[in-house]
Nanobody, 114 residues
Framework: QVALVESGGGLVQPGGSLRLSCAAS????????MGWYRQAPGKQREFVAT??????AYADSVEDRFTISRDYAKNTVTLQMNSLKPEDTAVYFC?????????WGQGTQVTVSS
């Protein structure tokens, strides 16, 4: 069983930046897909970004503003969020896919407001 622990959420003004981190316990391979999803109040959880040895992918709404990176030795994944907008406000969840299995973190709140 893999545990995912997020950190780095908070309150930021529009146009500001935040950095989210996720640490995974257990055995993680480079082919395993790590990433971030988010869920805003009253909305469904949505894809934000993923990364694996095969490359990275972004939702259209965050591409050119967010950057996902991964430290394969430390089993961590980071989401650098720049030029934040109020519509980025959500709970952000770290996600790991190992084959057919999925793991989720507990979530971290990101609020973009003036």
């Amino acid at each position: 069983q893999v545990a995912l622990v997020e950190s780095g959420g908070g309150l930021v003004q529009p146009g500001g930046s935040l950095r989210l981190s996720c640490a995974a316990s257990g055995t993680i391979f480079s082919v395993d897909i790590m990433g971030w999803y988010r869920q805003a109040p009253g909305k469904q959880r949505e894809f934000v970004a993923t990364i694996s040895a095969g490359g990275s992918a972004y939702a259209d709404s965050v591409e050119d503003r967010f950057t996902i990176s991964r430290d394969y030795a430390k089993n961590t994944v980071t989401l650098q969020m720049n030029s934040l907008k109020p519509e980025d406000t959500a709970v952000y969840f770290c996600h790991l896919r190992k084959g057919s299995r999925e793991n989720w973190g507990q979530g971290t709140q990101v609020t973009v407001s003036s």
